[in-house]
């Protein structure tokens, strides 16, 4: 979507007594991989990306557990709507520890998705790429150069068996997060208020959302 038909979605008489959300100005600098970041020749799934704007470089390292797995990078919108999502839960409740609900399919109600097992499916693996990925941030602006290592998550706790019983479950086993002091404070510090009702207008397009933040 380019960004006058973006422009004219916001200026339009439909979009009446917008609800605000939140992002942060390091998102609407240097943004997460459009599509799935994959090797040249072969399309092997990259565990290693990078993306500068200005001499600012984002660089992102996946997860290799201890079997071996690589849990992939974060691409595409669904890990730009949850990061927005949790940057305006921070904002409006001043707390580093985000709950998920008890479900998937709570989850997916919070973030206004379409509960269905596609979408399921693809908020599991992108959530568990964007909360186990490694990010660093490159600053070489004016003459100096300076770099910060910036995990999203302290801690992550999804309980997403579809199977289990969750009338016998205790209240503390719903899935969450907590976020990094690093992470916490950047939020924080500059909250930028973003227009719900646009960004669902265009949720489907990484570039749109890109171009709108």
Do not use: C
Not at 17 to 37: E, G
Not at 43 to 57: A, E, F, T
Not at 110 to 115: A, H, I, S, V
Request: aromatic residues 8%; negative net charge.
């Amino acid at each position: 979507m380019p960004s006058n038909e973006i422009s004219s979605i916001a200026d339009s008489d439909e979009v009446e007594s917008p609800v605000i959300a939140y992002t942060v100005p390091i998102l609407a600098q240097v943004a997460l991989p459009h599509s799935k970041p994959i090797t040249k020749n072969g399309g092997v799934p990259l565990s290693h990306w990078s993306r500068s704007v200005n001499k600012i470089k984002l660089v992102m390292n996946s997860y290799m557990d201890g079997d071996g797995i690589d849990h992939g990078l974060p691409w595409g919108t669904l890990p730009r709507l949850i990061l927005i999502w949790i940057i305006t839960e921070v904002t409006h409740n001043n707390t580093a520890h985000i709950e998920l609900g008890d479900s998937l399919s709570a989850w997916l109600r919070q973030l206004d998705l379409p509960d269905n097992g596609g979408t399921r499916s693809r908020l599991q693996s992108q959530a568990d790429s964007l909360f186990t990925a490694r990010f660093t941030l490159e600053d070489r602006r004016e003459g100096h150069f300076s770099l910060v290592n910036l995990p999203l998550a302290e801690r992550t706790t999804f309980f997403w068996d579809p199977n289990r019983n969750l009338a016998k479950q205790p209240e503390q086993w719903r899935s969450a997060i907590d976020l990094s002091p690093g992470f916490f404070k950047l939020v924080k510090e500059a909250p930028v208020p973003i227009d719900l009702g646009l960004l669902k207008r265009i949720q489907k397009s990484p570039l749109a959302l890109d171009v709108y933040v």
